[in-house]
């Protein structure tokens, strides 16, 4: 004999309805049981704010979350005037728990740490490690400046590549490791960037700021990355056109092409029009440029 059809096909949920009637909803009684968050015993602060003052309240640039006091950052400045901020998050069982560190570098040090170590300990583990990434960044920074770099922009300390423009569009993509700067199985007496030259059996193109004041050639466009314009009816009288702009700020000196200056700032939304020049900032070093919106 058949069930009915309706007693045959009773829905699980309607049964799950009738369980939840039977008894009360367990996942509420484990949130009543849970209670409210862990709170750190008062020590804790009067603690932390101790160890604030051994690093110095002038180095101490914010702190956040769980009364001010769970995620701290300091301002470091390096044996060479560079700025890092180092942001130190306590865990809920600090001391016994050591520390967690974030900061804009290469690679982060090992934090030796023990139940009687105090934050100020971190903060001399982190100069210490700075004063070994010197080599990295004065390498990083020499490349910057003698070599034309299409790519970062704007790099930061924890940046590690750069590409570099080698002329007719070509370009290499260079990483350097920041454990060993200065590795390239070359000449140890000379600079980085003529190790370099060295391995890839070319002349390095230098930034225009650098380049020999009787060196005929023309330098790059910093925003097509070309020497000339293409041939093109288009392009009206910039047809085949060498760059012909160059940044005033004398730390920068980039050459554009006028006709790609004027396009890049026509594509910025805080570029200001006054009558037929477009105000704007350059592209690698954002200080005011200017352009007429025509040729005429």
């Excluded at 699980?12 to 369980?19: E, M, P």
């Excluded at 049981?33 to 704010?49: K, L, T």
């Excluded at 190790?195 to 380049?211: F, K």
């Excluded at 730390?251 to 105000?279: E, G, N, P």
């Amino acid at each position: 004999m058949e069930l009915p059809a309706t007693l045959a096909r009773t829905p699980a949920r309607s049964q799950a309805r009738k369980g939840e009637e039977a008894c009360p909803d367990v996942r509420n009684e484990t949130r009543a049981e849970a209670g409210p968050p862990p709170r750190r015993p008062p020590a804790f602060y009067s603690s932390v704010f101790a160890q604030i003052e051994e690093i110095g309240w002038e180095r101490l640039v914010s702190s956040t979350g769980d009364g001010g006091v769970s995620c701290l950052v300091f301002r470091v400045v390096d044996g060479q005037g560079r700025v890092h901020l180092l942001e130190i998050t306590l865990p809920m069982g600090y001391p016994s728990s050591p520390p967690s560190i974030a900061v804009g570098i290469p690679y982060l040090p090992e934090i030796k740490w023990s139940k009687s170590s105090r934050l100020k300990d971190v903060f001399c583990q982190f100069q210490e490690h700075l004063n070994i990434l010197q080599e990295f960044w004065s390498t990083m920074e020499e490349i910057d400046k003698v070599l034309l770099v299409a790519d970062p922009t704007k790099p930061t300390y924890a940046m590690s590549h750069r590409r570099i423009a080698l002329g007719d569009d070509c370009y290499v993509l260079l990483n350097v490791d920041a454990r060993k700067p200065s590795s390239l199985p070359e000449d140890a007496k000379k600079k980085f960037h003529e190790n370099l030259a060295a391995v890839l059996d070319v002349a390095l193109p230098a930034p225009p700021s650098v380049s020999s004041s009787n060196d005929d050639e023309q330098a790059d466009c910093g925003i097509c990355y070309a020497k000339h314009l293409p041939v093109d009816d288009e392009l009206g009288t910039h047809s085949g056109c060498a760059t012909d702009y160059t940044c005033e700020n004398t730390s920068c000196s980039r050459a554009f092409h006028t006709f790609c200056m004027r396009d890049w700032l026509r594509s910025i939304t805080t570029t200001r029009q006054s009558y037929d020049v477009l105000f704007g900032n350059c592209p690698y070093c954002s200080d005011p440029v200017a352009v007429k919106v025509t040729d005429r």
